[in-house]
C-alpha cells in the first residue's frame, strides 16, 4: 500500500501562484492531480506518466498549471499560477501501481489517494 501526502494548499490571491507537493512512500506509475470544490464532484486536473515524458491537463487549467515530478523523491509537483478564484478548491494526489496510458485516467482509476490540500483563491 503506498501512502500520498500533499502539501503547499493555502490562501492566495487571485492572480497568484501556488506550488503543491505529493510525496509517496513508494514506487508508483502514472500520478495525477484531482480537485473538489464544496458542492462539487471531484475532477480531474493533471496527470503525467511515470517517467515524466508525458503530461496531460484539464482543459480548465492549460496553459496555467504544470505536472512534474521527481522520481528519486517520489514526488509530483503541481506548479499553479494565474490562479483564479474558481480554482479554489481541495487538492488531491493520486497514484496508479500499474502502468495506464494518461487518456483512460479519471477519478474511479486510481489506486492510491491522498487526504488533500486545500487551495483557497480569493478575488
Known amino acids: 500500500q503506498v501512502q500520498l501526502v500533499e502539501s503547499g494548499g493555502g490562501l492566495v490571491q487571485a492572480g497568484g501562484s501556488l506550488r503543491l507537493s505529493c510525496a509517496a512512500s513508494?514506487?508508483?506509475?502514472?500520478m495525477a492531480w484531482f480537485r473538489q470544490a464544496p458542492g462539487k464532484e471531484r475532477e480531474f486536473v493533471a496527470a503525467i506518466s511515470s517517467s515524466g515524458g508525458s503530461t496531460r491537463y484539464a482543459d480548465s487549467v492549460q496553459g496555467r498549471f504544470t505536472i512534474s515530478r521527481d522520481n528519486a523523491k517520489n514526488t509530483v509537483y503541481l506548479q499553479m499560477n494565474s490562479l483564479k478564484p474558481e480554482d479554489t478548491a481541495t487538492y488531491y494526489c493520486a497514484a496508479d501501481r500499474a502502468f495506464r496510458p494518461l487518456y483512460t485516467i479519471n477519478v474511479k482509476s486510481m489506486d492510491y489517494w491522498g487526504k488533500g490540500t486545500l487551495v483557497t483563491v480569493s478575488s
Open positions: 513508494g514506487r508508483t506509475f502514472c
